[in-house]
């Protein structure tokens, strides 16, 4: 397994990264950061799912949605005292010109929101993630939610 080094997560994060990139990532970009049975948690979705199918749908679903998305690291990867977990701190920014997940139709706004996610670790890939950012600010920035 590899060590949790601030080196190591400093590269997994920008790889991280990249696959949320649309215009950088590669078929399945996420499949070699996660494990098969991770435990994903996102606010976009209705409640965690486990499984990378998880992870994957929400990605292709993010790239339907905003195709230009960019994904962009703010701030190094910060390891936890319990040596196993990691804080990382991220803005996606996007135009929505295709349909969220939930059907929601594209309005052509633009977005960026800012987010951290917490990454669990098992054999130097994630498998429990939970993110944490302001669904109704994007849904607000898309035109989707009257203003605040």
Sequence with gaps: MPALTQEFLNDFAHR???????????SNPLQPLITED???????????????????????????????LTCKVMDPPYLNPDGNSVMFHWQL??????????????????????????????????????????LSELLRQVGLSPPA
């Excluded at 990249?18 to 590669?26: E, G, R």
């Excluded at 969220?100 to 929101?113: D, E, F, V």
Aim: some cysteine; charged content about 20%; hydrophobic content about 35%.
């Design 93 to 134: 920014s996007g135009t929505m010109l295709g349909p969220l997940p939930n059907g929601a139709q594209p309005t052509g706004k633009p977005m960026s929101i800012r987010g951290v996610d917490r990454w669990e670790f098992r054999d130097g890939r994630i498998c429990h993630y939970q993110a944490f950012y302001d």
């Design 38 to 68: 991770v435990h994903w948690a996102d606010p976009m979705l209705p409640q965690p799912g486990k499984g990378s199918s998880t992870a994957m749908m929400l990605l292709d679903g993010s790239f339907t949605a905003f195709p230009d």
């Design 16 to 26: 991280y990264a990249a696959a949320w990139t649309k215009k950088q990532s590669a």
